[in-house]
């Protein structure tokens, strides 16, 4: 019986380095070809930045995050350079701003402005849509060329 059990337990142990490398080596492989894919950008591209995703000073890496399909979003100092990225690029004709409201603090939007407004003076064009435009979103959004707003959508300004 004593010789069944040892034989039993390094089977069972066994097998489970065994899934266990098997484990690493898919997610290994599979990370990599997730790692090499770049975003493949139109002839008529246009820039889409959703003013509701905070962009934070540093963004906090989650390994799982290719696992589940969801995108990061870039934190606030990349966002600044592919704003000035798109205006270098002869294939981005303009950004498009969705301006339901406005996660970032107004340091970072006044920032976020004027690079909005170095983009704007290349003479690409800007555009915003709201359903609900706060006054915190619209003073970011002003720099656009035409702001849209829902025809039973709300501007909220205060004071």
Same mark, same amino acid.
């Given at each position: ?12 142990? &066994?097998?489970?380095?065994?899934? =266990? ?8 492989? /599979?990370? /990599? ?6 975003? #493949? ?14 962009? +934070? ?12 399909? #969801? ?14 990225? &798109? ?15 406005? &996660? ?8 976020? +402005? ?8 290349? =003479? ?12 915190? /979103?619209? =003073? ?20």
């Amino acid at each position: 019986m004593k010789n069944f059990f040892k034989s039993f337990f390094a089977s069972l142990l &066994a097998l489970i380095v065994f899934f =266990g490398l098997i484990f690493v080596i898919f997610f290994g492989i /599979a990370g /990599a070809l997730i790692a090499t894919d770049k975003p #493949e950008v139109g002839s008529n591209a246009v820039l889409v930045i959703d003013l509701m995703q905070e962009l +934070r000073e540093q963004v906090a890496e989650d390994p799982f995050q290719a696992l589940t399909g #969801e995108q990061q979003n870039p934190d606030f100092h990349t966002a600044l350079k592919l704003i000035e990225h &798109a205006a270098e690029d002869t294939s981005i004709k303009g950004i498009y701003l969705v301006a339901k409201g406005n &996660a970032n603090g107004y340091g970072n939007s006044d920032e976020l +402005r004027n690079a909005l407004v170095k983009f704007k003076n290349t =003479g690409k064009f800007i555009h915003a849509y709201g359903d609900y435009i706060t006054q915190k /979103a619209y =003073g970011l959004v002003s720099v656009a060329d035409k702001i849209y707003c829902h025809p039973k959508g709300m501007f909220e300004w205060q004071g």
